[in-house]
């Protein structure tokens, strides 16, 4: 893959003891240069991350860009993802890279919620695309793609790992997100101080 082939990653930054979960978008290219970054944030336990990741995407406005890579499908406590919206405000393939084995999110889906809540999460969970692994550096991560097939999917995450199993637009993104946690609370501080 080409050096300056950019791609999106879009991690968070979830503290069970807060209400908002803290979403970092990461441009970065193929030779791991940064090249932009952008917040927002969605409700933890809520419906709105895949609104903030498309807001994220208009914010950001890079034609430039070749791929969103999405570092989780459930952030903020089950504020699931629509992956096809977002690959619809996109225009580019979406690809969604977890790190953890799992049997699936309905077991969970069903202990954490009930009634219109639970139907509407599990709606968007059963249509998120099918979910493989794949073998990156020696570890194994979880992808699933829109707008691209298997082959160029698993090239894309390869190309953006140069070490380790977490492709650096996502890695870049979850540790912007946390600065961006941190930088936060330390203004709510300072504002509970002053008063």
């Keep these: ?21 803290t979403l970092a978008g990461a441009v970065v290219r193929a030779d791991r240069v940064v090249d932009g970054l952008a917040y927002r944030r969605c409700t933890v336990g809520g419906t709105d991350a895949t609104d903030a990741v498309r807001e994220l ?11 969103v890579l999405l570092g989780a ?14 690959h619809e ?7 969604a890279v977890t790190f953890e084995v799992s049997d699936g999110l309905e077991a969970g889906l069903r202990d954490a919620f009930s009634g219109s809540d639970l139907e509407e999460r599990l709606a968007t969970y059963r249509s998120l695309p099918d979910r493989r692994d ?32 977490r492709p650096e637009p996502i890695r870049v993104a979850s540790a912007a997100a946390r600065a961006g946690d941190s930088y936060a609370d330390a203004l709510e501080t300072e504002e509970e101080d002053s008063t």
């Design 57 to 67: 995407i208009d914010e950001l406005g890079r034609p430039d860009v070749q791929y």
């Design 1 to 21: 893959m080409k050096p300056g082939v950019r791609a999106l990653g879009i991690a968070e930054s979830f503290r069970r003891d807060a209400d908002r979960s």
């Design 89 to 95: 405000a996109a225009d580019r393939p979406v690809i």
């Design 134 to 165: 794949l073998s990156v550096n020696d570890e194994t991560v979880y992808v699933r793609q829109l707008g691209c097939d298997e082959d160029e999917a698993a090239e894309v995450v390869r190309a953006f790992t140069p070490e380790g199993g």
């Design 73 to 86: 499908v459930a952030p903020a406590w089950y504020n699931l993802l629509d992956c096809t919206r977002i």
